[in-house]
């Protein structure tokens, strides 16, 4: 079964810039949840879609919004770039029912803002 | 608000000695517990968790954890490490009803010493 992935492994942006990025769960799972893990900061909740829909955000500004298609999978997109925006984003990955408290976690995108 | 708290940034421990991670959590009632691990530049894996029953719960690669409710402590441990098992480690809690954010510690990173 192959586990969560997510595109690009790392991307290099400038200030002001956007930047797009892409996770896909789990086949069968339902749940999305975005992460952010940056230098000092620690592993902090950004954004939860579950079918379709975001059901909860972290404390980030609108400027970082996603969504989720209909097969799931989900982009997080960040606007408007700043450096200290520099990170690894984390996605994650839980089913519907039955094992729904666990998330599993994909390899992250590491973003760089210059 | 739930928060968890690993007191040790660092731990060097020799290879083929014990180990024991600490990891401490604030919140009201009995949450889920995670422990997961982050290997250089790659994402989270679960180790393990604990949701109810057994207080010791049994994970990969030879990790077990112990929860204590009247510590607020659900420490991981293994009897003998491996110099494969340098990373960081992190535990997490999540709330056992209603929005499934994961609350992380700040982690700590495991060197093994030869």
């Known amino acids: 079964e192959a586990g969560v992935t997510q595109s690009p492994t790392h991307l290099i942006k400038t200030r002001g810039q956007q930047a797009t990025l892409r996770c896909s769960p789990i086949?069968?799972?339902?749940?999305v949840y975005w992460y952010q893990q940056a230098l000092g900061l620690g592993l902090q909740f950004l954004l939860w879609y579950d079918e379709g829909e975001e059901r909860n955000r972290g404390n980030f500004p609108p400027r970082f919004s996603g969504r989720q298609f209909p097969n799931y999978s989900s982009e997080l997109n960040v606007n408007a770039l700043e450096l200290e925006d520099s990170a690894l984003y984390l996605c994650?990955?839980?089913?519907?029912?039955?094992?729904?408290?666990?998330?599993?976690f994909g390899p992250g995108t590491r973003l760089l803002v210059l | 608000a739930q928060s968890v708290t690993q007191p040790d940034i660092h731990i060097t421990v020799s290879e083929g000695a014990s180990l024991e991670l600490r990891c401490n959590y604030s919140?009201?009632?009995?949450?889920?517990l995670f422990w997961y691990v982050q290997s250089p530049g790659q994402g989270l894996q679960l180790l393990l968790k604990?949701?109810?029953?057994?207080?010791l719960v049994q994970g990969i690669k030879g990790f077990e954890a112990e929860f204590k409710r009247s510590q607020s402590s659900f420490n991981l441990r293994k009897p003998s490490v491996h110099w494969s098992d340098a990373a960081e480690y992190f535990c997490a809690v999540r709330k056992n009803t209603g929005f499934q954010k994961l609350v992380f510690g700040t982690g700590t990173r495991l060197l093994v010493s030869p």
């Open positions: 086949s069968g799972h339902t749940s």
């Open positions: 919140y009201g009632a009995t949450p889920y």
């Open positions: 604990y949701f109810s029953g057994d207080t």
């Open positions: 994650a990955s839980s089913p519907a029912g039955r094992g729904k408290e666990t998330q599993y």
